[in-house]
């Protein structure tokens, strides 16, 4: 089944598009958005997240057109989704915080409750469980906020630049979640590195200026280095080849 379908997706701000007439399909596994600063991976992500309707076109999460606020609100339940900006409760635990969220998402109290504490735990975590979040580090705060996207396995896991803060080990360590993750759900993440998307992700996109410049896997994308360009690796050199081809009429 297509897990997320979007079709001639056209959104921005102010009335000025920053993604036109998109289309995508993806199925499972870990898809990376790849893209320089300002393709609009966050504007993406947000829309669908369903935090704002499309402003043209279709998005569909789950066979729910997301455009009503009804279907939207039965998507959201499926929807685990850590923004960029990630606000947070700082007097709140991470456990409480973490429960909190899953119960947003329309879980019991009970399963919520159990969901954050494995959700916690499969972000290294546990041993801070009942800390208050001001007291964390950026990266433990960025962790939590994973936690809670990936509390109670949901169908469909968007992560906005997740590894965003993480020190070395945690960003291994968060590799392998989402590989892990991958198996079952279908997991997007919004991300400046290519390490990221050599590491964990099944699927890439390239966004440059709110359209697809390359859809496919990992090793495609390093295929299409072209001799010249630059780059440490392969897939960083694909990367910078795909971003400076021009754009077909
Ligand atoms: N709330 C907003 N109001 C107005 N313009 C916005 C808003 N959010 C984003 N933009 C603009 O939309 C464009 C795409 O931004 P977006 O954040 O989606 O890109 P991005 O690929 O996620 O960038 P980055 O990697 O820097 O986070 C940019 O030109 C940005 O300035």
Same mark, same amino acid.
């Given at each position: 089944m297509t897990r997320i379908k979007v079709r001639g997706l056209c959104q921005g701000y102010s009335g000025k598009h920053v993604i036109s007439d998109l289309k995508l399909d993806i199925d499972r596994g870990v898809v990376a958005m790849l893209g320089p600063n300002g393709a609009g991976k966050s504007t993406l992500l947000r829309t669908l997240a369903t935090?704002?309707?499309?402003?043209?076109?279709?998005?569909?999460?789950?066979?729910?057109d997301v455009s009503t606020a009804r279907s939207a609100r039965a998507a959201r339940a499926e929807i685990g989704y850590l923004p960029q900006d990630f606000g947070f409760l700082p007097s709140?635990?991470?456990?409480?915080?973490?429960?909190?969220?899953?119960w947003l998402r329309g879980m019991s109290g009970k399963n919520a409750s159990e969901a954050a504490s494995l959700a916690i735990t499969a972000v290294g975590l546990s041993d801070v469980a009942g800390l208050r979040l001001r007291k964390l580090s950026g990266g433990m705060l !960025? $962790?939590? @906020?994973?936690?809670?996207? +990936?509390?109670?396995?949901?169908?469909?896991?968007?992560?906005?630049?997740?590894?965003a803060g993480l020190d070395p080990v945690q960003r291994v360590e968060f590799r392998a979640l989402? !590989? $892990?993750? @991958?198996?079952?759900?279908? +997991?997007?993440?919004?991300t400046h590195l290519v390490e990221d998307?050599?590491?964990?992700?099944?699927?890439?996109?390239?966004?440059?200026?709110?359209?697809?410049?390359?859809?496919?896997?990992?090793?495609?994308?390093?295929?299409?280095?072209?001799?010249?360009?630059?780059?440490?690796?392969?897939?960083?050199?694909?990367?910078?080849t795909v971003l400076e081809e021009p754009v077909a009429a």
């Amino acid at each position: 089944m297509t897990r997320i379908k979007v079709r001639g997706l056209c959104q921005g701000y102010s009335g000025k598009h920053v993604i036109s007439d998109l289309k995508l399909d993806i199925d499972r596994g870990v898809v990376a958005m790849l893209g320089p600063n300002g393709a609009g991976k966050s504007t993406l992500l947000r829309t669908l997240a369903t935090v704002v309707p499309p402003s043209a076109g279709v998005v569909e999460i789950l066979g729910h057109d997301v455009s009503t606020a009804r279907s939207a609100r039965a998507a959201r339940a499926e929807i685990g989704y850590l923004p960029q900006d990630f606000g947070f409760l700082p007097s709140f635990t991470v456990h409480e915080f973490v429960q909190y969220c899953a119960w947003l998402r329309g879980m019991s109290g009970k399963n919520a409750s159990e969901a954050a504490s494995l959700a916690i735990t499969a972000v290294g975590l546990s041993d801070v469980a009942g800390l208050r979040l001001r007291k964390l580090s950026g990266g433990m705060l !960025r $962790r939590c @906020g994973i936690a809670q996207a +990936v509390a109670g396995f949901p169908e469909v896991v968007l992560l906005d630049e997740p590894t965003a803060g993480l020190d070395p080990v945690q960003r291994v360590e968060f590799r392998a979640l989402l !590989r $892990r993750l @991958g198996q079952s759900a279908v +997991v997007v993440i919004s991300t400046h590195l290519v390490e990221d998307v050599a590491a964990a992700c099944n699927q890439v996109h390239v966004l440059k200026s709110g359209h697809i410049r390359f859809s496919g896997s990992p090793e495609a994308l390093a295929a299409a280095a072209a001799p010249s360009a630059a780059g440490d690796t392969p897939l960083e050199r694909g990367y910078v080849t795909v971003l400076e081809e021009p754009v077909a009429a």
